[in-house]
């Protein structure tokens, strides 16, 4: 079985842009959850989605979005990038909710605001 | 709602054991344990979903105290492969969100 996959795996970016991120779930996963991570604050949880409805959110601000399609494949969108976006983003992927089941992370793309 | 590990790192000798705790502010429902290599994804470890529920993996095991609203992790006989950061998630009673503690670097030195 193919792992969870996440594209683009680095991105450089300025300050003011928009950016958007992949992850394809493992087959037959239908929740899929984002985390941002960085040095100080360790894993950030961000949103959770689970059969194309956004489950759970994180405390982040608007300008942070997703969204899940019907082949559970999900997408992340950062508006407006501030030099503090620079992070590694993960998507982990999870048969049922994340809050019961075993998570199985993608390599991350690393997202650098310059 | 960002549950606490202790201590934030911890170098061993080969062949030493670990403890790392996690412990909540808020009456948990579950609590889940990964590690992270350097340089790679946070991999799982286990889960603990019932109070007084204890794990095993291989000679990696868990504790959960659902009175104490806390976790340990229990490395015996720790290998060099265990270096990495283990990173504590706890969901909290009557919520949804998976949150992370800020994790714990372990090194093992030959």
């Known amino acids: 079985k193919a792992g969870v996959t996440q594209t683009p795996r680095y991105l450089i970016k300025t300050r003011g842009q928009q950016v958007t991120l992949s992850c394809s779930p493992i087959s037959g996963h239908r929740s899929v959850s984002w985390y941002q991570q960085t040095p100080g604050q360790g894993l950030q949880f961000l949103f959770e989605y689970f059969s194309e409805t956004q489950r759970n959110k994180g405390n982040f601000p608007g300008r942070f979005s997703g969204r899940q399609f019907s082949n559970s494949r999900s997408e992340m969108n950062v508006s407006t990038l501030e030099l503090g976006d620079s992070a590694l983003y993960l998507c982990?992927?999870?048969?049922?909710?994340?809050?019961?089941?075993?998570?199985?992370f993608g390599p991350g793309t690393r997202l650098t605001v310059l | 709602q960002q549950p606490v590990q202790s201590p934030q790192a911890v170098i061993l000798r080969e062949g030493e054991d670990a403890v790392i705790n996690c412990s909540s502010s808020k009456a948990l429902y579950s609590v889940h344990w990964y590690r992270q290599k350097h340089g790679e994804a946070p991999v799982f470890l286990m889960i603990?979903?019932?109070?007084?529920e204890q794990k095993g993996h291989e000679k990696i095991s868990a504790s959960f105290n659902e009175k104490k609203q806390q976790s340990s992790l229990y490395l015996t006989a720790s290998q060099l492969s265990y270096s990495g950061t283990y990173f504590c998630?706890?969901?909290?009673?009557?919520?949804?969100?998976?949150?992370f503690g800020q994790g714990t670097r372990l090194t093992i030195n030959p």
């Open positions: 998630g706890t969901v909290i009673q009557g919520a949804q969100k998976l949150v």
């Open positions: 603990l979903l019932k109070g007084g």
């Open positions: 982990a992927s999870a048969v049922g909710g994340g809050r019961d089941n075993e998570q199985f």
